[in-house]
């Protein structure tokens, strides 16, 4: 097997692998299996990232997507219910609505430039210079990490503030200290018993 | 989780690697795949592992909330400093180029210097986060789930 069958070989089932797990997605109701497949996503996710040749956003989608999302999505379990509430199911207007638009999508690919055409409107504009440059000048091997730092270093300002306000954000609403503790930060003895919120309406009903 | 013996054992042996790694990514992001965001979540992902199997009260005596409330700015600040240090330098904002002897040398430290504000930022937010989570319910028996 040539090495270009073997990677639409691995394309082909990490693809296929992703599909299912989405589809299992929609249709599993018990909560905790459902964020463990969205983990499993994010790490196929990551698969097809590498096999793309895109390897730093695959780090990322792994550590993030399958790692610490996975992570929040349980601890949200935990003060939540087990259990999708179960809703009217089918309905006619969404399903047109979703293949009308993956029609539309599906259509606009026709359009898109072949993978890793040199001559693609998108690596034509101010890519070569950022090639040449990233070698030349900055004597950086890794491109993306030139771009992103210094030919782009704006841009990546604004994504650390966006972070940075995001975790201020949840530090405000939910706070940091544990409910039970004090200004001094000390754990007060008397612990509400069991932890499990006080609210059980719809747990494992 | 205290009782799982097997994931005790083995997350020990893990955390100390997967720290090394965050550090070996993004302080080797100029020469290969990775910099701030993936070193910050791969680090905060240590954190997060050591607080599941540990519990959440050891991992706050490791890494109190308090310290990562300084940390949460200091990365953006460290960013932003770096890009004030240019004009200050005489050059622009976020110019790497006065930074240093050569342009090149100063685009090196500007890149290592700001990719290390975002992993300090990524990793405290992450973590951060985590903690406002795991912090509203007091642990789950392993029965309950």
């Not at chain 1, 409107?121 to 030349?136: C, F, L, N, Q, R």
């Not at chain 1, 994504?159 to 004090?182: C, K, P, Q, S, Y």
């Not at chain 2, 006065?98 to 100063?106: F, H, I, K, M």
């Amino acid at each position: 097997m040539s090495g270009a069958d073997m990677v639409i070989w691995v394309n082909f089932s990490l693809l296929t692998m992703l599909c299912l797990s989405a589809v299992a997605i929609l249709l599993v109701r018990h909560l905790f299996a459902v964020a463990a497949l969205t983990g499993a996503f994010s790490l196929l996710a990551a698969g097809l990232f590498v096999a793309l040749d895109a390897v730093d956003v695959a780090f990322t989608e792994a550590a993030v997507g399958a790692g610490i999302s996975t992570v929040l999505m349980l601890g949200t379990l935990a003060l939540t219910s087990r259990r999708e509430k179960i809703t009217p199911s089918f309905s006619p207007v969404a399903l047109v609505v979703v293949l009308v638009t993956g029609a539309a999508l599906i259509y606009a690919t026709s359009d898109m430039p072949v993978f890793g055409d040199p001559n693609a409107p998108g690596h034509v504009h101010v890519v070569p210079d950022y090639i040449e440059g990233s070698e030349k000048d900055l004597v950086i091997p890794n491109i993306v990490t030139s771009v992103l730092a210094s030919y782009r270093g704006y841009d990546t300002l604004g994504e650390v503030a966006v972070i940075f306000t995001a975790g201020i954000g949840v530090m405000f609403l939910l706070g940091l200290r544990r409910e039970d503790e004090d200004d001094e930060g000390t754990v007060r003895k008397n612990r509400r018993p069991g932890g499990r919120p006080l609210d059980e309406e719809g747990d494992e009903a | 989780m205290r009782h799982h013996l097997v994931l005790r054992v083995v997350s020990k042996i893990l955390i100390p690697f997967i720290l090394l790694f965050g550090l070996y990514v993004q302080f080797h992001g100029d020469f290969g795949p990775g910099g701030g965001f993936q070193a910050g979540v791969i680090f905060a992902a240590a954190f997060v592992l050591y607080a599941l199997v540990y519990g959440v009260e050891h991992a706050r005596e490791v890494l109190p909330p308090k310290a990562l409330a300084i940390l949460v700015p200091a990365g953006l600040l460290i960013y932003a400093l770096t890009g004030f240090a240019g004009i200050f330098l005489g050059g622009k904002f976020l110019d790497y180029d006065v930074l240093a002897a050569t342009p090149t040398g100063g685009q090196h430290l500007g890149v290592l210097v700001i990719e290390f504000g975002v992993g300090v930022t990524v990793a405290a937010v992450m973590v951060s986060v985590f903690y406002a989570y795991a912090g509203r319910t007091s642990d789950v028996d392993a029965e309950d789930w």
